[in-house]
């Protein structure tokens, strides 16, 4: 259900060490090839939905708001009819649906704020669903 989860720190390095150490009893290991400015967790970072953490030094992307979620989808269509269902009920866009290339050249997300301001997004790769 859900493919991972990121947030906004306000010392990148100190939020590493924590989450580096605080993580590890479960098994959850820093990814290497980070995002500059970002750091992201997991047991497996094969492209598969396995519930990651991502934190994201303050400033660093605008599409971070305080909490984001992203669902995992089956494919291309579930993430159109996500971000259409999600507009219709009042968010407001945050990227349409399509490839994410900053995020790696199979990754398909669609981006909306909630009426809170909480960016939410339903991603897929593509060529899982081809």
């Not at 989860?5 to 990148?12: A, D, E, L, P, Y």
């Not at 939905?49 to 269509?77: C, P, Y």
Request: a negative charge; one cysteine or more; charged letters at 20%.
């Amino acid at each position: 259900m859900i493919d991972h989860v990121s947030f906004r720190v306000s010392n990148i390095e100190k939020s590493i060490e924590f989450y580096t150490k605080a993580l590890a009893p479960l098994g959850y290991k820093r990814f290497e090839g980070d995002f500059d400015g970002a750091a992201g967790f997991g047991k497996d970072h094969a492209g598969e939905n396995s519930g990651h953490l991502w934190v994201f030094e303050e400033g660093n992307l605008k599409t971070i708001s305080v909490a984001h979620v992203a669902f995992a989808a089956k494919d291309t269509q579930m993430v159109q009819a996500f971000y259409e269902a999600a507009i219709a009920a009042g968010g407001v866009d945050n990227g349409a649906p399509g490839v994410r290339p900053e995020y790696g050249n199979q990754y398909y997300g669609a981006f909306v704020f909630d009426p809170d301001g909480n960016n939410i997004e339903a991603t897929c790769f593509v060529g899982s669903d081809q």
